[in-house]
């Protein structure tokens, strides 16, 4: 089976499990496509690749590693074999992100009113008042249909026993989403007859489910409210993203000096005068979003907004203060939320993990560290976090001691060898580990889920890393009508 030319190097990884490969054998969703590739040459796929890259490149399709010496801009690394996952397993995937994000929103909204899920001590007090990112300052907000996480990422990664699995939750400003709507241009531009005949989901349409979303949030009943998207400019990391799904709505995209507040609304500037805003669609982090509140010296948000947003005459996307929901540590309790808001077992298990502000855990840790991951609860994008399996003695050391001075801020994971995909990568097939970011969204008619998500990979051989910012790329990932 495995005999042809391009995949007679393919070598599995021990313990990890294969999407395409199953003891030697092809998985039926990759049959197809497994033999369509068979009939190319390696020269084909490597002169496919390379266009690839020129298509990325044309579109200016690129993020920001801000630590690089060879200069700030980069082109997302892409990956042209797709990602394929039937859809029996995703409606399993769709089933357990639409519980989750109820029953998180159901936690914001008691969290800033009556936090009853403290008061019933199925949450620790503690924990919530320890949180670099609880918003004591949105208390009492009554938030549009109280929907406080309209736009999610939620990262999911398949265990060695093939089961699906929560990583983490993202349900501040997530992004990705962008790509994921890029590599499908770009995969049917490289395989157009493969997409229309293994009946994939297509994903093209989130950009107006989102507006349509954003408009139903709008506290004016008018015809035609106004939404613009709110980027920190071009130096974000994300910048990109935000060009392309401003322009995807057809929405204006604003930095903060283009908007004021005036009697307690927003306007924003125009050449024909101040035009009243009604959705804000930020990609501005809380901490930044009004000077007179939060940072005095943030010149990236609106003075003021604060206001309007507590007196119901502007919505915010996602809701401020959502940080505390996807706190690390505060992720472990998910399936709490889950069983105490919704009286439902959890869908999508979480991953094992020890808050390292318990000594017991953190004994635990430190023995086992060469099998564990210690991840800061407020960083992300691969940065604060030790991979004990390939860390050095100092970097063990060091982390420690970090922790030892900080528990409160850090726990620990077991080391999962994540799944792994067939790559094209130096003229020949790889296996590389791969995660899935799903986006959802939440509106008042409930919770959709874009058919498709962003692969992450892991390019490096061995890597279980997969951020950008660390060397990682992307792959189009296609969920079939089984």
């Known amino acids: 089976m495995m005999e042809s030319s391009v995949f007679k190097n393919y070598c599995l990884i021990p313990d990890a499990w294969d999407e395409m490969c199953d003891n030697g054998m092809i998985r039926y969703q990759y049959q197809q496509v497994f033999e369509s590739l068979n009939q190319l ?12 890259s020129e298509l990325f490149l044309s579109q200016g399709i690129t993020f920001t590693v801000y630590n690089d010496n060879e200069g700030i801009e980069r082109i ?9 996952i039937p859809g029996k397993e995703w409606n399993h995937i ?3 992100i639409s519980q989750r994000l109820k029953a998180l929103n159901l936690f914001l909204k008691d969290i800033y009113s009556d936090q009853q899920i403290i008061k019933d001590n199925v949450i620790p007090a503690a924990l919530i008042a320890s949180c670099a990112h609880y918003t004591r300052e949105v208390f009492g907000i009554k938030v549009p249909y109280d929907i406080f996480v309209h736009i999610s990422g939620i990262d999911l990664i398949r265990g060695n026993d093939g089961s699906f699995y929560v990583l983490e939750d993202n349900l501040r400003t997530p992004s990705g989403v962008s790509y994921m709507l890029e590599n499908r241009e770009v995969t049917k531009r490289l395989f157009p007859d493969l997409l229309s005949s293994n009946g994939v989901r297509m994903v093209n349409n ?7 979303i954003l408009v139903s949030l709008a506290p004016r009943q008018i015809a035609n409210p106004t939404v613009v998207l709110l980027t920190p400019g071009v130096f974000n990391s994300a910048y990109y993203e935000h060009t392309f799904l401003a322009r995807t709505m057809g929405i204006p995209l604003v930095e903060g000096r283009d908007l004021m507040i005036d009697n307690h609304k927003v306007y924003m500037k125009t050449t024909r005068g101040l035009q009243q805003v009604d959705v804000i669609y930020r990609r501005i982090d809380d901490d930044y979003m009004d000077p007179l509140v939060f940072k005095p010296d943030s010149a990236l948000g609106i003075p003021g907004i604060l206001s309007a947003y507590r007196k119901g005459n502007v919505a915010l996307v996602n809701a401020i203060g959502n940080g505390v929901a996807d706190d690390k540590a505060v992720y472990a309790y998910v399936p709490a939320m889950i069983r105490y808001y919704l009286n439902e077992e959890p869908i999508l298990p979480n991953i094992p993990t020890y808050q390292l502000a318990d000594m017991d855990a953190r004994d635990y840790t430190y023995k086992n560290i060469h099998t564990m991951v210690i991840k800061k609860t407020n960083q992300s ?9 390939c860390a050095t003695d100092e970097e063990i050391h060091n982390m420690i001691q970090a922790v030892n001075d900080d528990p409160r801020n850090y726990i620990a994971q077991p080391i999962i060898n994540l799944s792994t995909v067939p790559c094209f990568l130096n003229n020949k097939f790889s296996p590389r580990h791969v995660d899935l970011r799903p986006f959802a ?3 008042p008619s409930g919770v959709k889920i874009i058919p498709g998500g962003l692969t992450r990979v892991a390019l490096k051989e061995g890597s279980l890393v997969v951020n950008s910012s660390q060397g990682g790329g992307s792959k189009d990932t296609w969920i079939l009508n089984d």
């Open 441 to 443: 969204l939440c509106g």
């Open 206 to 212: 989130y950009p107006l489910e989102l507006y349509n």
């Open 76 to 84: 997302f690394p892409f990956d042209i074999i797709p990602r394929i």
């Open 41 to 52: 040459s390696a020269s084909t796929l490597a002169d496919k690749d390379q266009l690839a």
């Open 94 to 96: 769709e089933a357990g």
């Open 381 to 389: 994008g691969g940065y604060g976090m030790l991979m004990g399996n």
